[in-house]
């Protein structure tokens, strides 16, 4: 299975698959770093927000909530979860919005769906184009330089008379702005197994390459990725919080 082949196909048990991400700790986070940066506005957009927990976490904390993704499946689902929020099909690499946003968020490392850097870019214009004055783009990134081939996350979940097993590891090859992120889900129960398993092209950049591409776009704040407190990134760290505040330089880009 290719692209986005696995997320439309088993996309209920896609909250199985991410049951150890602390959904809420992360939300808090991004809370957190709107309210120190951001310009007050509580109009909110999450860009490839799946089946919509972080936004679930962030209505709890007053904000008008909106999610864009790419599969509807995924956002059939987060509208059972978040029925006041607004769900749109789309790609974040080319959206469009009639009224701006005070806050975009992108979590799980989903910024490297874009691909490669020609579409990384336009992610980062469409994003620059829906942010109101001083609006806070806040997501996380993984600098390909720092990738190790070899380590993996995994963990079971216990569900009836199922145990289902996932996998994620990320995989750059030395070179190139192209890495992939490979996943792999095993469902058993007495009787059979099923096993899937699904690799995504992500962009590859190093965090200097992607600081480059932000800063004619946003003031740029990097943080250590910790959600329980907010320390500056130490420029070593492989995997970093980025929350961007837009300039008002539209004319110039």
Not at 57 to 80: F, H, R, T, V, W
Request: proline share 2%; aromatic share 12%; with cysteine.
């Amino acid at each position: 299975m290719s692209d986005n082949a696995l997320y439309t196909d088993l996309s209920g048990y896609y909250d199985l698959m991410c049951a150890d991400i602390n959904y809420r700790a992360q939300s808090n986070s991004a809370h957190r770093l709107q309210q120190i940066f951001g310009n007050g506005g509580t109009r909110h957009l999450d860009l490839a927000c799946g089946t919509g927990p972080h936004i679930q976490y962030l209505l709890q904390e007053g904000y008008q909530c909106s999610g864009l993704d790419i599969n509807q499946p995924m956002l059939d689902l987060a509208k059972q979860r978040c029925p006041e929020a607004d769900f749109t099909l789309g790609n974040m690499c080319d959206f469009e919005i009639d009224t701006p946003y005070d806050f975009i968020t992108c979590f799980l490392y989903s910024i490297h769906y874009s691909g490669d850097i020609k579409h990384l870019t336009d992610c980062i214009r469409s994003v620059h184009s829906a942010l109101s004055a001083n609006g806070v783009f806040c997501f996380n990134s993984v600098d390909k330089n720092h990738i190790d081939n070899d380590l993996s996350a995994k963990h079971s979940v216990h569900v009836e008379n199922s145990v289902f097993s996932f996998g994620s590891s990320w995989f750059y090859r030395g070179e190139g702005e192209k890495q992939t992120l490979k996943l792999s889900i095993e469902k058993a129960d007495s009787n059979h197994t099923q096993r899937w398993n699904d690799e995504h092209p992500m962009v590859a950049i190093g965090f200097a390459e992607l600081l480059a591409l932000l800063a004619p776009y946003f003031d740029v704040h990097v943080f250590e990725h910790e959600h329980d407190k907010i320390v500056a990134w130490n420029q070593q760290s492989g995997n970093a919080i980025f929350v961007c505040v837009k300039k008002d330089n539209e004319g110039e880009i």
